[in-house]
């Protein structure tokens, strides 16, 4: 359906430099790890991803490790408030600063996840993202899909199960807008 290492419309930023792919590789070595990891132990995780808003088009990433698509966002620290992991993660994928106040929670739930019991925490937040900093290496693409869109692609379980939840919105005159066509930085892709 993507173009490989690209997402919808391909706007993965072109071919990473030499560290970007050592990189790239390094994040792929610890993902499988803890996957082996999550495998053997069968631990509970918590997570905190925000949803962007403009319109109907929600802000969606994709790692280097993954082939799925997500919102921005990641793990909690041990003993750290979920809207603070939300504001610093943001800040690490999208290059977007939050305060934990500015986050309303949206959706909370625990599914089954590899081979863990992942509860995640989706905030919504109306700072304006017009253009998210990826660093290629970690974060490979970053862009604005219509909620429809989204909906077809593969996503983490928890923003599949977010996203279904909300209600679909009628597009103005009809029109559907293809945020997928525009890259992360907003020029057409």
């Known amino acids: 359906m993507c173009p490989r290492g690209g997402g919808p419309g391909d706007a993965g930023g072109g071919e990473p430099s030499a560290l ?3 990189a790239r590789l390094g994040y792929r070595g610890v993902y499988w790890l803890a996957r082996a990891w999550w495998w053997l132990r069968r631990p509970s995780t918590s997570g905190a991803l925000v949803a962007f808003w403009r319109g109907d088009q929600v802000l969606l990433v994709r790692t280097s490790y993954r082939r799925v698509y997500s919102l921005p966002g990641g793990f909690l620290a041990r003993r750290e408030p979920a809207a603070a992991a939300a504001a610093r993660e943001v ?3 999208v290059g977007v600063t939050l305060t934990p106040e500015e ?3 949206a959706w909370r739930g625990t599914l089954p996840f590899e081979s ?12 304006d993202v017009s253009a998210p900093r990826i660093d290629g290496r970690e974060i490979v693409w970053a862009g604005w899909v219509s909620l429809d869109d989204a909906r077809q692609l593969p996503l983490l379980p928890h923003v599949a199960a977010y ?3 909300r209600p679909r919105r009628r597009h103005a005159g009809g029109a559907r807008t293809l945020a997928a066509d525009r890259t992360h930085d907003g020029t057409p892709g």
């Open 103 to 105: 986050l309303t929670t």
């Open 91 to 93: 800040l690490k994928e």
């Open 163 to 165: 996203l279904m939840s």
């Open 116 to 127: 863990r019991a992942d509860t995640v925490t989706i905030f919504e937040c109306c700072t």
């Open 20 to 22: 970007d792919a050592v």
